[in-house]
């Protein structure tokens, strides 16, 4: 049995993981967390659930619960909120699992040092076909790097989020990038080429609207011919299931940073 906290339980995603969760029988849920201006909404997770059995708390503070539990399952709609409860965790020998985006390069380092600590799956995406799509476009870019082939890397998401490019855009460039040796990313278009588009650039393209849950395509455009990579998202539980099967997988893990590769056994 493997206990959880689930940071960010009111968001869509932190619901979701919840449900799932709560039907899991390898899973106990101790408790959900939130910010102090929507805790108050609900006093368990069994009622946002609409269920009796469950009466995890939500709270504000991890200290409350870090004793009771094994992986702390985060998706906090705040990079600062997580970093706190990553340095909680690493002071108390917790395992982390990480799906919130948006972090700076001081907060990415921050966190990998942590690790040393702790065992922690950092991942922008935890679907299966996500992480199936990395290596993908890792595999596709290392046979067509120096042929000839544009890159564009185009993704949409519902109104309501934050970040632009989203973390799974932002980790497919760093793929690119890595086997292309390509490191002019260029995010969208405006203004007069005049010898056309550059060879030696990576363009992202990001689109917000309506309900969208998440769509990635990379495309490789040569002379002639042209490669699309796609992935569609049509419901949040892909990436809830990949957060509950990596809070299994690291439980037992030793400290380091992992991602979902890992968890997948992709790598």
């Not at 101790?30 to 939500?58: K, M, Q, R, S, Y």
């Not at 002639?224 to 893990?253: N, P, V, Y």
């Amino acid at each position: 049995m493997v206990k959880v906290v689930i940071s960010g339980v009111l968001g869509r995603m932190g619901r979701k993981i919840a449900e799932l969760a709560y039907n899991d029988k390898a899973i106990e849920i101790v408790a959900g967390l939130e910010n102090p201006d929507c805790a108050h909404f609900h006093n368990t997770i069994g009622e946002i659930l609409n269920v009796e059995d469950l009466n995890a708390p939500i709270l504000t503070d991890l200290s409350e619960v870090l004793d009771k539990t094994d992986v702390i399952i985060d998706f906090a709609n705040n990079t600062d909120a997580v970093l706190g409860h990553t340095r909680l965790a690493a002071s108390d020998k917790k395992a982390m699992v990480i799906g919130t985006t948006g972090f700076s390069e001081r907060e990415i380092e921050e966190i990998k040092e942590l690790s040393k600590d702790i065992p922690i799956v950092l991942a922008p995406n935890m679907s299966i076909g996500v992480n199936l799509l990395f290596k993908l476009v890792k595999e596709t870019a290392k046979v067509l790097k120096d042929k000839g082939f544009d890159i564009e890397v185009i993704e949409m998401h519902h109104r309501f989020k934050k970040d632009a490019p989203s973390g799974t855009a932002a980790k497919l460039v760093d793929i690119l990038k890595e086997e292309t040796g390509i490191n002019n990313v260029v995010y969208g278009r405006e203004g007069f080429y005049e010898n056309g588009r550059p060879n030696d650039e990576i363009a992202v393209f990001s689109l917000r609207g309506g309900d969208v849950v998440g769509e990635h395509t990379v495309i490789f455009a040569g002379l002639g011919e042209r490669i699309e990579l796609t992935h569609k998202a049509s419901s949040r539980d892909i990436f809830a299931r990949g957060a509950i099967e990596a809070a299994k997988w690291i439980k037992e893990k030793p400290a380091g940073l992992y991602d979902m590769q890992d968890v997948l056994g992709l790598k």
